[in-house]
């Protein structure tokens, strides 16, 4: 008890710490707002193509828009990494957030006609292609604005806040579908919030946000050509961090069974817990499940800075791994409603402190020249991952979403994690490997600047 109310008081701490920098705050400010669009937005596509009383999506139907949604967007990363690395990042944000807005105007074109084809995936496809590319320019722009001993907290405090703000985004979107019973109208207001994040993020400076160039790296057309041996090029830079590298390891197989369990769960409250005349209590319920893994992101945030202080953060990666495991056996394998919003919360909390730890290891252990570009294969990782397991849910997953041996699979699936990550990156550890650039070593605790092998326990 008393360490989460220490937890607590260290975030507040934190966040008022960082927000005494300008510049941190008017990033800041991008992200919230951005996010929040984001949650008023996904509230109008679930409530137009899951809760419609025309459809009744069975696990095949999920993945095939998370396939539309995020895969083609996996192919064209390494691209728009490229872009990170050679514009400035300051007028990705702008540009990106306008270029959302008036993509949500065709959506809302689309929606208006009642055509739930081809061409409203396309539409959505872009906007959410766009979406993730603007997050991969938060990330990489975030080591601009905080002092590198910062970036622990930072990244408890940004995504997380941020994923606040989308929560509450979709609050907002769904009071505002409950009161006025229009699709159209929270797509209108998606379209106002982007807007007014592309204004926010004229606040920074041009070069605020990087990237550092050197005036020896190719133009943009001449490295667009060359991106394969780009991707080589920063597989090399990886190869030899390899704290980072497993870092992104760990990722991939963590979207990978924690969006298996979000295909069931959207299944589960779709078509097991409430019949086809309850979309609304469906949709409710669904909405504080998700609330739940809110919930938890947000604790995560809290008590991640302080784990990362008691162990090393490969250590902590490897424990929450751990975590992951045993709750997706116990609560979730009751499968009741009350079970799977505490499985819920805990899973958010798994899951966010790993993500967390693991863009630390990133931005601190990978040169600026080269972090737009491996942020966009984290999110190829991020996006390939998940649709792996929505297509493998497609597979294996009945229409009510409820299976125990898919549950024991994903159970064990976090457990192995666990187990090969800890010996690897404790290898890695023990052979003295650190972060270049003066980052923190995987095996280093957060704010220690000593190599582990002074350390005692």
Request: aromatic share 10%; hydrophobic share 50%.
């Amino acid at each position: 008890m008393s360490c989460g109310y220490s937890a607590g008081v260290r975030f507040l701490r934190d966040l008022w710490t960082l927000l005494q920098r300008r510049d941190f705050r008017r990033l800041f400010a991008v992200r919230l707002t951005s996010q929040f669009g984001d949650g008023v937005f996904q509230v109008a596509l679930a409530s137009y193509v899951l809760f419609s009383p025309e459809r009744a999506p069975d696990a095949a139907a999920i993945a095939g828009l998370f396939a539309v949604a995020l895969l083609p967007y996996s192919i064209l990363g390494p691209f728009t990494g490229v872009l990170l690395d050679r514009w400035s990042r300051r007028q990705i944000l702008f540009a990106a957030n306008l270029t959302r807005a008036v993509l949500v105007i065709g959506v809302g074109a689309i929606v208006a006609a009642d055509n739930a084809g081809v061409l409203f995936y396309v539409a959505v496809l872009l906007t959410l292609g766009v979406n993730r590319f603007l997050l991969s320019g938060l990330s990489a722009g975030l080591p601009h604005v905080v002092e590198r001993d910062e970036l622990v907290m930072a990244n408890a405090v940004t995504p997380t806040s941020g994923t606040a703000f989308f929560l509450i985004g979709g609050g907002v979107g769904a009071g505002v579908k409950l009161i006025v019973d229009s699709d159209l109208t929270v797509l209108g207001l998606t379209v106002v919030i982007y807007t007014a994040a592309a204004l926010l993020a004229l606040r920074l400076r041009r070069d605020q946000l990087g990237p550092d160039l050197n005036g020896d790296e190719p133009g943009i057309g001449e490295a667009l050509r060359t991106i394969a041996s780009g991707l080589i090029d920063g597989g090399r830079h990886l190869k030899a961090r390899p704290q980072p590298a497993l870092g992104l390891a760990a990722i991939g197989s963590l979207r990978f069974f924690f969006g298996l369990m979000t295909v069931a769960m959207i299944l589960l409250y779709r078509n097991y817990f409430y019949g086809p005349g309850q979309l609304d209590q469906a949709f409710g319920a669904l909405a504080i499940a998700t609330g739940a893994v809110g919930a938890g992101l947000f604790v995560a945030a809290l008590v991640t800075p302080w784990g990362t202080r008691v162990m090393a953060l490969r250590q902590w990666i490897t424990w929450l791994f751990v975590g992951a495991a045993v709750v997706s056996a116990v609560p979730i394998g009751f499968y009741t409603k009350p079970a799977l919003v505490a499985g819920a919360f805990l899973t958010g909390f798994c899951a966010q402190g790993i993500k967390i730890s693991v863009d630390t290891l990133v931005q601190t252990g990978v040169d600026d020249v080269y972090r737009g570009r491996v942020f966009s294969l984290y999110d190829m990782i991020f996006n390939v991952g998940q649709v792996s397991a929505a297509a493998l849910g497609a597979a294996i997953l009945p229409d009510s979403g409820k299976s125990y041996a898919v549950l024991a699979f994903i159970v064990v699936g976090f457990a192995l994690t666990a187990l090969v990550y800890g010996r690897l990156s404790s290898r890695a550890a023990q052979r003295g490997d650190r972060l270049d650039g003066g980052g923190l070593p995987g095996g280093i605790r957060a704010g220690d600047q000593t190599d582990e092998r002074t350390q005692q326990g």
